[in-house]
């Protein structure tokens, strides 16, 4: 496909000037200029008048919107194309308050869009296996009981507790791919299924002391680092490239949204995931990627609910 490449938010808004623009662009990630009918896949398509589309075997109309995250919306494409160019190129995100001032929307608009463009991060590395060098942590999300105010501090929410905090297990290839998921607990039983689904058998396996990590030591060839006695690398082993990871997600959480509920913890980790994973890729490149993942929709009735 002949993709465009936008090195700024200004050549962006210079090659799609218009909302014709946008639409055309979309169609052509979509479809590739060979139209799909969203309700039968198998179904002929008949083009209508408006960028309308009519599928012949369930007799529903269509256009590039359907069944994507723009779908039900009012917001042009154009402002829904420079919110996904901000959120996907800035470092760190980039917050609701400041969203809804740069494209001219309320805040709660800019907030529901910012949650819809995050469901354009999930499932992208659901299949992914990762392989050689792979780095196991787990971190905690949700601030320290000492920085809060007297009349919020939650008593016995030292350690790993999770009254105050949410876990979340990340696995991290040296050289490649991290993958986050945010879980119940740091049981054994919890973080174990996901390392069995996303780790590749043949990998070599770096983690800390943790106990709940007694199935992976038996399973994978691994190196621990006993974190608990102050050491930090132990030959070619360390945790440190995750650390760094962690670092990454909580200066982000804290400098830029400032407070993530556990209902919507695992979009912002999946975002961060995605910046991490595409860290060496263009710009365009990253902005396209996300275009063609636009394939699924929530109401804000769903969302908050």
Known sequence: MDLKEFNSLIELM??????????????????????????????????????????????????????????????????W??????????????SSCQLARD??????????????????????????????EVELDETFVGGKNKNRHWDKKVKNSQGRSFKDKTPVLGMLQHG?????????ST??????????QHVHKNAVVYTDEWKGYRTVWQNYCCFVVDHGKGQ??????YTNTIDGFWSILKRGIIGIY??????????YVNEFTFRYNTRKERDSCKFNLLLCNVKCHITYKKLVA
């Open 103 to 132: 494209i001219k929307v309320t805040q709660k608009t800019a907030w529901f869009m910012l949650q819809r463009i995050r469901l354009c991060y999930e499932c992208l590395e659901e299949k992914e296996k990762l392989d050689g």
């Open 232 to 237: 930090y690398v132990d030959g070619i082993a």
């Open 14 to 79: 210079g090659t799609l000037p218009d909302e014709q623009s946008c639409i055309d662009y979309l169609e052509k990630l979509r479809w590739n200029y060979n139209v799909v009918s969203p309700f039968d896949s198998d179904s002929k398509v008949y083009k209508l008048a408006n960028n309308r589309y009519r599928c012949k075997n369930t007799g529903n109309n269509f256009n590039v919107r359907s069944k994507t995250i723009f779908s039900g919306s009012r917001i042009s494409l154009r402002k």
């Open 176 to 184: 490649g791919k991290v993958i986050c998921r945010v879980v119940r």
């Open 81 to 94: 194309f420079i919110a996904m160019w901000l959120v996907t190129v800035n470092k760190k995100g980039i």
């Open 258 to 267: 400032h407070k993530t509920s556990r209902k919507h913890l695992h979009k």
């Open 187 to 196: 049981s054994e039983k919890d973080i174990t299924t996901h390392i069995l």
